[in-house]
């Protein structure tokens, strides 16, 4: 896999359309999984949400940590609350390596959908006393803000009556982030207090989420990442990158992939 996709906060500039023409073409031809996550990532970009189906085969049947890692990142980054519900799209799961699934915790924030909850439930009752419960935790903690009110070693069964109890206050049809609607404005708004707070100390930015969700909700990357220490050409590229995005078109608690808004 390479390390551009492996290792990046985004899945890569778009294709042209030439390009995705001899794409599609190659596809009928394409012998290997790697390939073939490569080619489906190429298509998403562009808005052909047809190559879904085929993720979603590649994802219940290789057995390629690589391959998986980039698949299951990108089925979190397009799924919407419909997918979620759907039992099958998720058979990769119950044999899953320790690999996957701390990748499908990690990655379930990016799916911003309460549905997704259910789904990590059974698999911290599945993984509970190893490294990857953590992880699971984590990622609940972000949803359900739980450990406030009933402790950061609850149960499966309190998790889940907490998580009952909170679908009657949201919104199903729209997608969250850390409990709010999805909206890149205010994701950029944090993002450049943050920045403001790197240039005035001279250290790292300290931010993952954010830069990879505006990246992939835009399609346009953006200039900061975690390890980015802020200056004075830096926070003018970032003011520069916020002004570009807003001039787009955005619904608030919507869910966006390279500029597409998904369907629910």
């Excluded at 073939?36 to 057995?63: H, M, P, R, T, Y």
């Excluded at 701390?102 to 698999?123: E, G, K, R």
């Excluded at 739980?146 to 950061?152: N, R």
Aim: net charge negative; charged share 25%; hydrophobic share 40%.
């Amino acid at each position: 896999m390479p390390d551009n996709l492996r290792n990046s906060i985004w899945y890569g500039s778009k294709s042209s359309k030439e390009e995705i023409e001899e794409l599609k073409q190659l596809l009928l031809k394409i012998s290997t999984e790697k390939d073939c996550i490569l080619v489906i990532n190429e298509l998403l970009k562009v808005g052909d949400f047809s190559a879904k189906g085929l993720l979603i085969q590649l994802l219940n049947s290789s057995e390629e940590e690589n391959v998986l890692n980039l698949g299951v990142r990108l089925f979190c980054s397009i799924l919407t609350h419909e997918d979620l519900l759907e039992t099958g799209n998720f058979e990769f799961l119950s044999n899953a390596s320790e690999d996957t699934i701390s990748t499908f915790a990690s990655c379930a924030i990016d799916t911003m959908s309460y549905n997704v909850i259910p789904l990590l439930l059974v698999l911290l009752e599945d993984w509970e006393d190893t490294n990857i419960e953590v992880e699971i935790r984590n990622t609940l903690e972000i949803y359900l803000n739980y450990t406030k009110d009933i402790g950061e070693n609850a149960s499966v069964e309190e998790i889940g009556q907490l998580y009952n109890n909170l679908l009657k206050s949201i919104d199903d049809s729209l997608y969250y982030y850390f409990s709010e609607p999805s909206f890149p404005g205010a994701l950029a708004k944090e993002l450049i207090q943050a920045s403001v707070a790197s240039m005035n100390q001279s250290r790292p930015l300290g931010r993952d989420l954010i830069p990879t969700l505006l990246s992939i909700w835009s399609g346009v990357k953006c200039p900061v990442e975690y390890n980015t220490v802020i200056n004075d050409e830096k926070f003018k590229q970032l003011l520069n990158y916020v002004e570009d995005l807003s001039e787009m078109d955005w619904k608030s608690g919507g869910k966006y992939f390279y500029g597409h808004l998904l369907n629910s």
